[in-house]
């Protein structure tokens, strides 16, 4: 294979679908990834060390998945570009999620939430998903007071739990 440029996945196992720890990994995700002043971005794309840095909760409903992917520039080693995301993270770690991008992430969350509710085809499905996964298809109003309710606490102590010096899949 003529692979041009290398990619690291790491996949952690996390929390269930509609759960607390769900709702504060999927903000996890997007403070560690989700703009261009997120500690990824900075640290992999504004330093030109990669092309592409993301993270992603996969939600299931037995249980979930934290995913973390670099594409790393060519000729990159790949052990040199998970020491730089594990020193990123160390140094995330040290100030934690701001109230900046708390606020973000509810702002993008609504955002997203009225979009969907906006045509006929996202209230049905938001309605058909609700009924499927929790039993309640009008189980929106939980969905929303669970994410609304995330803290700066909450996103740390996920991180801690189930990112920080644990098992993945590399």
Same mark, same amino acid.
């Given at each position: 294979?003529?692979?041009?440029? /290398?990619?690291? &996945?790491?996949?952690?196992? %996390?929390? =269930?679908? +509609? *759960?607390?720890?769900?709702?504060?990994?999927? !903000?996890?995700?997007? !403070?560690?990834?989700?703009?261009?002043? %997120? =500690?990824?971005?900075?640290?992999? $794309?504004?330093?030109?060390?990669? !092309?592409?840095? +993301? *993270?992603?909760?996969?939600?299931?409903?037995?249980?979930?998945?934290?995913?973390?992917? $670099?594409?790393? +520039?060519?000729?990159?080693?790949?052990?040199?570009?998970?020491?730089?995301?594990?020193? $990123?993270?160390?140094?995330?770690?040290?100030?934690? /999620?701001?109230?900046?991008?708390?606020?973000?992430?509810?702002?993008?969350?609504?955002?997203?939430?009225?979009?969907?509710? &906006? *045509?006929?085809?996202?209230?049905?499905? $938001?309605?058909? %998903? +609700?009924?499927?996964?929790a039993k309640n298809a009008n189980n929106l109003k939980e969905e929303y007071k669970r994410y609304m309710s995330v803290t700066k606490e909450d996103v740390l102590?996920?991180?801690?739990?189930?990112? @920080?010096? @644990?098992?993945? !899949?590399?």
């Amino acid at each position: 294979d003529n692979v041009k440029f /290398p990619m690291i &996945s790491l996949a952690y196992p %996390s929390a =269930p679908l +509609n *759960t607390a720890d769900d709702a504060a990994l999927d !903000v996890l995700s997007e !403070v560690l990834s989700g703009s261009q002043g %997120s =500690p990824l971005y900075k640290g992999f $794309i504004e330093s030109k060390k990669a !092309v592409m840095a +993301n *993270t992603f909760q996969y939600s299931r409903e037995l249980a979930g998945q934290f995913q973390i992917m $670099i594409r790393a +520039n060519q000729g990159t080693p790949l052990a040199e570009t998970e020491k730089e995301l594990r020193k $990123i993270l160390d140094e995330w770690e040290l100030t934690g /999620p701001s109230d900046d991008d708390i606020a973000r992430f509810r702002a993008g969350y609504q955002s997203d939430l009225y979009n969907r509710l &906006s *045509t006929v085809q996202g209230k049905g499905a $938001i309605l058909a %998903s +609700n009924f499927t996964l929790a039993k309640n298809a009008n189980n929106l109003k939980e969905e929303y007071k669970r994410y609304m309710s995330v803290t700066k606490e909450d996103v740390l102590r996920v991180y801690k739990t189930y990112i @920080k010096n @644990k098992a993945a !899949v590399i």
